[in-house]
Nanobody
Framework: VQLVESGGGLVQPGGSLRLSCAAS????????MSWYRQAPGKERELVAR????????NYADSVKGRFTISRDNVKNTVYLQMNSLKPDDTAVYYC?????????WGQGTQVTVSS
């Protein structure tokens, strides 16, 4: 099983980034996919989740209206479009796959929002 994140980097406040997570080794379409983040000195927190069935999604209050999660079940990839980025969004962003008791994590990608 592999989850490989990409797309992180340094961006100015108000800017945008698009994170990608390429999955392999499991039946991607059957898994709920999520993005978590962890800032220095803080606990890992859920940012957004998109469900395997119907593709519905939910978001942390702190990112609602700014971030959009989506998935491509042909490319086995989940995305996180991040707009209007703030310094508080600075963190390592992790991709997560979950189905029943099975859960997998990516290695993370750094997002830094700074002028």
């Amino acid at each position: 099983v592999q989850l490989v994140e990409s797309g992180g980097g340094l961006v100015q406040p108000g800017g945008s980034l698009r994170l990608s997570c390429a999955a392999s080794g499991f039946t991607f379409s059957s898994y709920d996919m999520s993005w978590y983040r962890q800032a220095p000195g803080k606990e890992r927190e859920l940012v957004a989740r998109i469900f395997s069935s119907a593709g519905s999604a939910n978001y942390a209050d702190s990112v609602k209206g700014r971030f959009t999660i989506s998935r491509d079940n042909v490319k086995n990839t989940v995305y996180l479009q991040m707009n209007s980025l703030k310094p508080d969004d600075t963190a390592v962003y992790y991709c997560n796959a979950r189905r029943w008791i099975n859960t997998y994590w990516g290695q993370g990608t750094q997002v830094t929002v700074s002028s």
